[in-house]
Every structure is written in structure tokens, then in C-alpha cells.
């Protein structure tokens, strides 16, 4: 079946724009995660959805970004007024229930703030 | 709080030789200890994992092992095959559904 899916794959965007990323889970996954991969970096956690609850958004790095999940599915992260500190890849995953087990990953969406 | 550290940040290894990469983590509530592989420009994939409730893990060529006492677990990778060449993340969960992700080693296999 399909696997997670991002869209947009890459985003250029000038420094104090608004930009929403999209994250599309596997089918039936009511987990949805965050994460947020700098170059050369770990990843590192933003905030994950147990339905369209999201019980923990203590890795958000400031007010500038949010997340909603709607239909406990598509997820979109919005960042407000880029800076160029925000460029890096942005990796979205999704599980079958929240708990310990696999998640998966998708292709994730690289964002370049000028 | 919450910290998973990684060590070595690279690693080079001869085609058929073994591979260690060791993580610690700091909450000892943590129950859930997985392995991500990832290539390239790919996505990280699960290629292993272990629960608190076991010491070790094989598949095939990989082994992991968990050491409670200590908070540490190692990803053990023997007669490595330069297609193992990727970045691998160890990754520690925690009771709040939170998965705290180590910085990475970067490991090249050479023919």
C-alpha cells in the first residue's frame, strides 16, 4: 500500500514568509509525528498527533511554528515568518496506534530559507 | 533532560569486518529502543529494535543489546557489506510517546 507521503518536496522561500508543509500518513495510523533534521544532524522531535489531539508539543522551538491534524489524517506544520535557521528537512511519520513500535517515515520536505 | 547520545559520530570499516555503534540515554522510564538506517537522500528506515524486557536481539548480521543497569545499547553489524554504508540513529522512547533520536553515525564500508 501507499506509504507516507510530503508534499512539497523542496521549498525555497524568502526569509518572513509563512509556509505550510503537508503530511499525508499510511492509511488507518492514528499516530502522526513531527520531526525536524538539520544538515549533518539527528532528527529532532517537533510534536506527534494521537488522532487530532496533540498531547505533546513541547519540541515546537518557538510560537512561529504550529501543527494541526484534521480527520485523523492529513497533518500540515505551519512556520510563520521563516528565518533562515528554519532551513532543513522536515520528516513526517506515522504509526498504526502511539506507544513503542516502527514508525514510518516519509521522503520529507526540504525547506531553504533565503 | 531527555538526551540520547551517539558515539562514533563516523566510522569507517574494511568490507567483512564488524561495526559497533554504542548509545546511552538519560530516562531510565524509556522501554523501547529502535535502530534507523538511512541512506542517502532516502528516508530513515527501522532496521532493528529491542524492549526493555530483553538484554539482546539478532537478525541476520545485526545484533542489538540493551544494558538496563547502565542506559546504554549498542547496534552490532558483522561481515559488513558496503551497501550497509548509511547514517544510522539509535532512538529511545519514552513513556510520554516521545521518541528521542541520537545525532547519528555516519559508518562507510570500504571494498
Known amino acids: 500500500g501507499a506509504g507516507v507521503s510530503q508534499s512539497p518536496s523542496n521549498k525555497v522561500t524568502e526569509k518572513g514568509k509563512d509556509v505550510e508543509l503537508r503530511c499525508d500518513p499510511i492509511s488507518g495510523h492514528t499516530a502522526l509525528y513531527w520531526y525536524r533534521q538539520s544538515l549533518g544532524q539527528g532528527l529532532e522531535f517537533l510534536i506527534y498527533f494521537q488522532g487530532n489531539s496533540a498531547p505533546d508539543k513541547s519540541g515546537l522551538p518557538s510560537d512561529r511554528f504550529s501543527a494541526e491534524r484534521t480527520g485523523g489524517s492529513v497533518s500540515t506544520l505551519t512556520i510563520q515568518r521563516t528565518q533562515q535557521e528554519d532551513s532543513a528537512v522536515y520528516l513526517c511519520?506515522?504509526?498504526?496506534?502511539?506507544?513503542?513500535?516502527?514508525?514510518?517515515f516519509g521522503p520529507g520536505t526540504r525547506l531553504t530559507v533565503t | 533532560g531527555e538526551n540520547v547520545e551517539q558515539h562514533p559520530s563516523t566510522l569507517s570499516v574494511q568490507e567483512g569486518d564488524s561495526a559497533v555503534i554504542k548509545c546511552t540515554y538519560s530516562?531510565?522510564?524509556?522501554?523501547?529502543f529502535p535502530w534507523y538506517k538511512q541512506e542517502l537522500g532516502k528516508r530513515p528506515q527501522l532496521i532493528i529494535d529491542i524492549r526493555s524486557n530483553v538484554g539482546e536481539k539478532k537478525d541476520q548480521r545485526i545484533a542489538v543489546t540493551l544494558n538496563k543497569t547502565a542506559k546504554h545499547f549498542s547496534l552490532h553489524i558483522t561481515e559488513t557489506q558496503p551497501e550497509d554504508s548509511a547514517v544510522y540513529f539509535c532512538?529511545?522512547?519514552?513513556?510520554?510517546?516521545?521518541?528521542?533520536f541520537g545525532t547519528g553515525t555516519r559508518l562507510q564500508v570500504f571494498p
Open positions: 530516562d531510565s522510564a524509556s522501554n523501547y
Open positions: 532512538a529511545a522512547h519514552l513513556d510520554t510517546d516521545k521518541l528521542i
Open positions: 511519520a506515522s504509526s498504526l496506534a502511539p506507544g513503542p513500535g516502527e514508525q514510518y
